[in-house]
């Protein structure tokens, strides 16, 4: 059986196959497509099975690094975001936790505020509010919901993040609007906070999960449309995509959380390096 690493970079799109009865290796490299990364994936899986004889059937594992998030966030491509967050905290992206990078300027750019993941025209609150200790103290009010999804709808918002005060504790009402949200918007990214960091500290929390909202929709078309095909190629074979932490997950669950991946690609050249040390017996290596 065969075991399958794809890399995809800006210029190549690098395979690294390896066999695990008589411990052979072979590479590959095809020039990749970055309007649609999938496409150079696929063609050069097929390249390299024809070139090196290896049967489809006889691939296990595929894994992946992907650098789609990566680079949505350092580009600034991603969904037109819409927020639904709690009455009068509208701002929370905004303002964080006052931290300047330099204190005593008054022309500094502050870059969650120069380029926002959501635009604030695009931050609607309504009424609803669980205390610290997870009860309820103001009911939701599902039509200030359904105003803010048409409007989501009538201004081409296609990813929705929702975030209340302490769902770490209950997440009750946002479980609810995203229930809502995605039987009036079923085509749209629709994801929550406590779903994505169910921890306390609110603009860490509603930070990471507007990082997934930005970048979901683009990560998830990606992932989708690259395990269909791939199943088309490899019937048998499991994908895996390298997660920020080093670890693998299933296509499904990046689907889920697109922000597993912000860090995918990268960190799969640092844990090739750390395997190759450790084999080499060196304590210490810069990885590039």
């Not at 496409?39 to 690094?65: D, M, N, Q, R, W």
């Not at 931050?123 to 359904?146: H, M, Q, W």
């Not at 190629?233 to 920020?244: A, G, K, N, Q, Y």
Request: charge should be positive.
């Amino acid at each position: 059986m065969y075991s399958i690493g794809i890399d995809v970079g800006g210029t190549f799109t690098d395979f690294f196959c390896f066999n695990h009865s008589n411990q052979q290796t072979f590479v590959y490299k095809i020039a990749s497509t970055p309007e649609d990364p999938s496409e150079a994936v696929c063609a050069g899986l097929e390249a390299l099975l024809t070139k090196y004889s290896i049967k489809p059937t006889e691939v296990s594992t595929i894994f992946h690094g992907t650098t789609v998030g990566t680079n949505s966030i350092l580009e600034g491509k991603g969904a037109k975001v819409g927020l639904i967050t709690n009455s009068g905290f509208r701002d929370i992206l905004h303002i964080g936790r006052h931290q300047r990078p330099q204190h005593y300027s008054i022309g500094q750019e502050i870059p969650w505020q120069n380029r926002p993941l959501i635009e604030r025209k695009f931050r609607k609150t309504i009424a609803c509010r669980f205390d610290s200790s997870g009860n309820e103290i103001i009911p939701l009010d599902e039509t200030s919901v359904l105003d803010h999804v048409e409007f989501f709808k009538n201004n081409n918002v296609n990813s929705i993040l929702i975030a209340f005060l302490f769902s770490y504790r209950n997440n009750a009402h946002e479980n609810h609007v995203l229930k809502i949200v995605k039987e009036q918007m079923p085509s749209a990214f629709v994801t929550t906070s406590s779903s994505v960091s169910p921890q306390f500290r609110e603009f860490e929390r509603f930070t990471t999960g507007a990082v997934a909202a930005f970048i979901g929709p683009k990560v998830t078309n990606y992932i989708y449309n690259l395990s269909h095909n791939l199943r088309k190629i490899c019937p048998d074979s499991e994908l895996r995509i390298m997660t920020s932490s080093g670890g693998l997950a299933t296509p499904e669950m990046i689907m889920q959380h697109p922000e597993l991946t912000l860090l995918s690609g990268l960190v799969a050249g640092a844990n090739a390096g750390l395997w190759l040390a450790s084999k080499k017996g060196m304590k210490n290596l810069i990885t590039r």
